[in-house]
């Protein structure tokens, strides 16, 4: 006989192991917070709705120069280094 376990097999009746409220949103003491599918809002979009722009037209209308350009107004450069002061030779002679 091996010591291996057995697979996992879920119950077919998850609400009565996990003393969960039933799936159809019926309110229930043990969880005070729960919220069902009747508690979940309509959602509905205003028919009229519309965003006050569109990146992604605003993207696809972009060229790689205006790409470039916008890229350029962005960029900040760290300033330059100087060059290290050279020792002054002597000549022997």
Known sequence: MSDAPKPFVLPTQRESVTSEP?????????FPDMIGYKNQGGGKVPADFGWATSPKQWQEEM???????????????????????????????
């Open 63 to 93: 060229t790689p120069e205006t790409l470039a350009q916008s890229y350029q107004k962005l960029r900040v450069l760290p300033a330059a280094r100087v060059a290290p002061a050279l020792p002054e030779t002597t000549k022997k002679g």
């Open 22 to 30: 039933d799936p159809g949103g019926r309110w229930s003491e043990l």
